[in-house]
C-alpha cells in the first residue's frame, strides 16, 4: 500500500530506462481539461483581486520547476533522477521527474495550502508560525501521498535509490515547496517582486538552455 524507499532494484532502472519524456503517444484530451481547469483557478482568483493566492501559487510553482529541472540534471549526469514518472501513468512526461497532470496539480498546490492557513496569518499553534505549522502539515501529507503512488502497481512513482524516499522527500523537497507558498506572500512587495521574477526567470533560462542540449 506504502513505500517509504527505493529498492534499488533492476525492474525500477528499467522503467526509468524506458521512460519516453515528450512523447505524444499517450497523449489525450484530460491534458486539454486540466488545463482548463488551472486557467479557471488562476483568473478566478485574479477577478476576485485576491493576489496574495496567485503569488502563493506563483512561488510554489516556481519552486517546483527549479526541483524537476535539478532532478532531471541529476538522471543525465548519474544515469538515474532521484523520482521519474513511468509512461504508463500519463498522457505526457514533460520531465523525467513529473508528469503534466502531476505539474498541473502543482501549480494548484500553492494556492491550496495558503487557503488552508488560518485568515489571520500572525496566529500562532503550539508557539509557531500557523504558516511554518501549516507548511509542515501539507509537506507530510504530499510526501505520503508520493509513498502511495511509489507502491501502485503501474509504477507512477518511480525511486531507484534505496538512500531516497519518504523522509528526504518530506525535508528537502515538499517543506521547502509549501514554505514558498505560505511565506513569500506576506513578504514586502519589492523582496516578493524580486523573488517571483528571479524564481521564474531561472526557470525560463534553464529550461532554454537544457532542453535544446538534450540535458534534460
Known amino acids: ?29 484530460t491534458f486539454i481539461f486540466i488545463l482548463a481547469v488551472v486557467f479557471y483557478v488562476y483568473w478566478t482568483e485574479i477577478h476576485k483581486k485576491n493576489y496574495d493566492v496567485i503569488y502563493a ?8 520547476w527549479l526541483y524537476e529541472i535539478a532532478n532531471a540534471v541529476i538522471g543525465h549526469v548519474t544515469g538515474y533522477p532521484l523520482w521519474s514518472v513511468s509512461n504508463e501513468s500519463t498522457t505526457f ?3 523525467i521527474g513529473v508528469c503534466w497532470e502531476l505539474s498541473m496539480m502543482f501549480s494548484l498546490a500553492g494556492i491550496i495550502s495558503f ?7 500572525t496566529k500562532k499553534i503550539l508557539g509557531m508560525d500557523c504558516r511554518l505549522v501549516g507548511a509542515l502539515e501539507m509537506a507530510l501529507l504530499f510526501a505520503l501521498v508520493e509513498s502511495f503512488l511509489a507502491a501502485t502497481s503501474n509504477h507512477s512513482f518511480i525511486w531507484v535509490y534505496k538512500w531516497w524516499g519518504v523522509l528526504p522527500v518530506f ?3 515538499y517543506i521547502p515547496f509549501f514554505l514558498a507558498s505560505n511565506f513569500v ?3 514586502k512587495p519589492k523582496a516578493r517582486k524580486t ?3 528571479t524564481e521564474w526567470a531561472l526557470v525560463a533560462l534553464l529550461l532554454v538552455i537544457l532542453i535544446p542540449l538534450g540535458i534534460i
Open 1 to 29: 500500500m506504502l513505500q517509504f524507499w527505493g529498492d534499488g532494484s533492476q525492474e525500477a532502472k528499467t522503467l526509468v530506462e524506458q521512460i519516453r519524456v515528450r512523447s505524444t503517444e499517450n497523449f489525450n484530451w
Open 115 to 121: 487557503k488552508m492557513l488560518p485568515q489571520d496569518r
Open 93 to 95: 512526461i514533460l520531465l
Open 195 to 197: 523573488f517571483l521574477i
Open 57 to 64: 501559487g506563483a512561488a510554489l510553482y516556481g519552486v517546483h
Open 171 to 173: 525535508v528537502t523537497t
Open 185 to 187: 506572500p506576506d513578504m
